[in-house]
C-alpha cells in the first residue's frame, strides 16, 4: 500500500497540472476574453482562486505523496 | 458523580459554543438569502462599478476572505487562547450585520452604500473564518476520549439551523409585513435583530472558561510562538493541512454545498418554484434531517470517522445526477398535463397567464414591458401542491443525510489530526478552504455551467452544474480512501 501511495503521488502531480491547464487555457482565459460580466466573474474565480489552490496544493500533495510522507510509519 | 459533573460542564460548554456558531451563521446566511434584495437597495444594476462591487461582495467578501479569517483568528487562537478569539468573533459578525442592517440605500448616500457593504461582509467572512475552528477546537477540548464526535457533531448542527433559522425570519417577516413594507424597511429587520442574538450569545460566552487542554498547555509552557510557522512551515504538519483538505474538505464543502444551496438555487432558477416554496421545501428537509448530524458524529466515535464521511461522498457522487433529474422532472411542464389555462391583462405593461395542471401544479408566467427601454422581461414561476412537493422535500432531504454524513464527524476528525499548540490554525485554514472556496463557489459554477449548457441547448442542461461537485467529491473521495487513516492519528493527538 505504501508503494502504491507513493506511485499515485505522480497521478496527483499529473493531475494538477493537466488542471492548471485546463483551467487556465480552456475555461479561464476565454472566459476573461469575452468581456461580459457573468464570463469575467467565472474566469477570475478559476484563474485567481480555484487554478492556484488546486494546481499548487494538490500537487504539492502529489510530490509528499512521491517521497513517502504519507506512508505508514511516517504518520 | 464526576460523570455527571463533567457532562454537566460538557452541556454548558455547547451550549455557550454552538449559540454563538449558530447565530454567526445566521448572520452570514441571511446576506446570501437576502442578496437579490440587497442588490436592489445598494448594487444598481445600471451602475457599473456597483455592480462590480456586488459581485466583489458576494464572492470574494463571502468565501474567498474565510480562510484569511481562519489564519488570521487561528493564530490568535493558538497564541491567546480559544475562549478569547471566538468571543472576539462573535462580536465582529454581530456587529457588522447589524451595522449592513443600517446603511442607507445607494439612492441615499450613492457610491458609499456599496462600499460599506463590501467593507462590512469582509468582516462577516472573516469573522465566519475565525469562529468555526475556535467553537469546534473549544468543545473538542473538553470532550472526554472517546466521544469527540458525538460532542462536535452539535456544533455541526449549526450551520444547517443557522441556515433555516435565517430562513425562518425572513419568511415570518414577510408574512407580517405587506410586500410594500418588506421592500421598503422590512429587508433590514433579520440584519438588526442579529444584534440581539449577539448580546445574549455573549453574555452566555463571557462565563465560560478556557478549554483544559490548552489551559494544560499555557501552563506547562509548551504552547506556541508561532503558530503559523509551526502549521505550515512545518513539512511534517503541512503534509496533514493538504490531507486535510484533499482527503475530506474539499469533498466535503462541495457536498455541504450542493445539497444546500444549490439545491435552493436549483429550485428558484432551473425549476422556477416561487421563492417562498422553494425556502419552504428546504427549510422542511433542514428540520428532518438535522438531528443526524448528531448521529453520525455518535456514529463516528463508534466505527471511526473516516468511512462515514467517505461513504457520504460516495452515495453522492452516485446519485447527484439522478437526483437531481428527478427534482426537474416534477416541474418539467412539458411532460405535465393540461387542465386549464387563463391570461389576465394587468394592465397595459404587464400579462400574466396562469396554467393549471392535473396534479395541482401552478405555472404562472408574467410578461412585463419595459416602457423606456422597450424590452419585455418575462418571469416564469412554479408552484406545486401534494405529492410533488413531498418528493421534492424527499429529494432534498436525501441529499440532507449526505451532508450529515460527510458534516457531521469532520470537525472531530480535523481536530484529532493536529495537536493542541497548533490545532485552531492548522484545522482551520483546510476547512475553510475547503468549505470556502471550494463549497461557496459551487452554486457560482454549477450556475454558470447550467446557464452555458442551456444556451448551448443541451437537452440536458439542468444537470451540467452538478459536473463541478461530482468530479470534486471523487478525487476527494480517492485521496482519502487512499491516504486517511481511520483512527486518530495518536502522534498528534496531545
Not at chain 2, 73 to 102: E, P, Q, W
Not at chain 2, 126 to 138: R, S
Not at chain 2, 169 to 179: N, Q
Not at chain 2, 474 to 492: D, E, M, R
Request: with cysteine.
Amino acid at each position: 500500500m505504501d508503494n502504491l501511495k507513493k506511485i499515485l503521488g505522480l497521478v496527483w502531480i499529473a493531475l494538477a497540472l493537466f488542471t492548471a491547464y485546463f483551467c487556465l487555457f480552456e475555461l479561464a482565459i476565454p472566459k476573461i476574453k469575452v468581456g461580459h460580466q457573468e464570463d469575467l466573474v467565472f474566469g477570475i474565480i478559476i484563474m485567481f482562486i480555484l487554478t492556484p489552490i488546486i494546481s499548487m496544493g494538490l500537487g504539492l500533495f502529489g510530490y509528499y505523496a512521491l517521497c513517502g510522507e504519507y506512508a505508514k510509519e511516517r504518520t | 458523580m464526576k460523570n455527571k459533573a463533567n457532562t454537566k460542564t460538557i452541556w454548558k460548554v455547547i451550549g455557550a459554543s454552538s449559540m454563538g456558531t449558530l447565530i454567526e451563521w445566521y448572520d452570514f446566511f441571511i446576506f446570501g438569502s437576502l442578496s437579490i434584495v440587497i442588490s436592489t437597495k445598494f448594487f444598481p444594476a445600471d451602475n457599473p462599478t456597483a455592480a462590480f462591487l456586488s459581485t466583489l461582495a458576494t464572492f470574494a467578501a463571502g468565501f474567498v476572505v474565510r480562510p484569511f479569517g481562519a489564519l488570521f483568528f487561528g493564530r490568535l487562537g493558538d497564541l491567546i487562547g480559544r475562549k478569547y478569539t471566538f468571543m472576539v468573533t462573535l462580536l465582529l459578525m454581530g456587529g457588522a450585520t447589524f451595522l449592513i442592517g443600517c446603511i442607507p440605500s445607494y439612492q441615499s448616500i450613492g457610491f458609499f452604500a456599496p462600499l460599506l457593504v463590501l467593507i462590512l461582509r469582509l468582516l462577516q467572512g472573516l469573522a465566519l473564518g475565525g469562529e468555526y475552528g475556535g467553537a469546534a477546537t473549544y468543545v473538542a477540548e473538553h470532550a472526554p476520549e472517546g466521544q469527540r464526535g458525538y460532542w462536535t457533531s452539535w456544533i455541526q448542527t449549526t450551520a444547517t439551523f443557522g441556515l433555516f433559522i435565517s430562513l425562518v425570519v425572513i419568511l415570518i417577516t414577510k408574512s407580517i409585513l405587506t410586500e410594500q413594507q418588506f421592500d421598503a424597511w422590512g429587508w433590514r429587520v433579520p440584519f438588526i435583530l442579529s444584534i440581539l442574538m449577539v448580546y445574549v450569545s455573549y453574555l452566555i460566552r463571557k462565563n465560560m472558561s478556557e478549554s483544559p487542554e490548552f489551559s494544560k498547555a499555557k501552563e506547562e509552557g509548551t504552547t506556541s510562538k508561532n503558530p503559523l510557522k509551526e502549521s505550515f512551515g512545518n513539512r511534517y504538519n503541512l503534509k496533514f493541512v493538504l490531507l486535510a483538505l484533499f482527503g475530506a474538505a474539499m469533498g466535503q464543502g462541495v457536498v455541504w454545498y450542493t445539497g444546500q444551496f444549490y439545491s435552493m438555487s436549483y429550485m428558484k432558477t432551473v425549476m422556477h418554484l416561487s421563492s417562498d416554496e422553494a425556502d419552504m421545501i428546504l427549510g422542511t428537509a433542514l428540520l428532518i434531517g438535522t438531528p443526524f448530524f448528531i448521529f453520525f458524529g455518535w456514529l463516528s466515535d463508534k466505527v471511526g470517522r473516516k468511512w462515514i464521511m467517505l461513504l457520504g461522498m460516495l452515495l453522492a457522487l452516485c446519485t447527484y445526477r439522478p437526483i437531481y433529474k428527478a427534482m426537474y422532472q416534477l416541474t418539467d411542464l412539458a411532460k405535465k398535463e393540461l387542465v386549464s389555462s387563463s391570461t389576465q391583462q394587468v394592465d397595459d405593461h404587464k400579462q400574466i397567464k396562469t396554467d393549471l395542471y392535473t396534479d395541482g401544479t401552478h405555472a404562472q408566467e408574467t410578461q412585463e414591458l419595459n416602457s423606456i427601454t422597450k424590452e419585455t422581461r418575462i418571469k416564469n414561476t412554479v408552484t406545486v401542491h401534494g405529492s410533488t412537493r413531498i418528493w421534492l422535500t424527499a429529494l432534498i432531504f436525501i441529499q440532507i443525510i449526505y451532508i450529515t454524513m460527510v458534516y457531521g464527524p469532520i470537525a472531530a476528525f480535523l481536530v484529532e489530526m493536529f495537536p493542541v499548540k497548533i490545532r485552531y490554525t492548522s484545522m482551520s485554514l483546510p476547512y475553510h478552504v475547503g468549505n470556502g472556496i471550494f463549497g461557496g463557489l459551487l452554486p457560482a459554477i454549477s450556475t454558470y455551467l447550467t446557464t452555458n449548457a442551456k444556451v448551448a441547448n443541451d437537452p440536458e442542461f439542468y444537470l451540467a452544474g452538478l459536473w463541478y461537485p461530482i468530479i470534486i467529491a471523487a478525487v476527494c473521495f480517492t485521496i482519502g480512501s487512499l491516504y486517511i487513516k481511520n483512527k486518530p492519528n495518536h502522534l498528534n493527538n496531545g
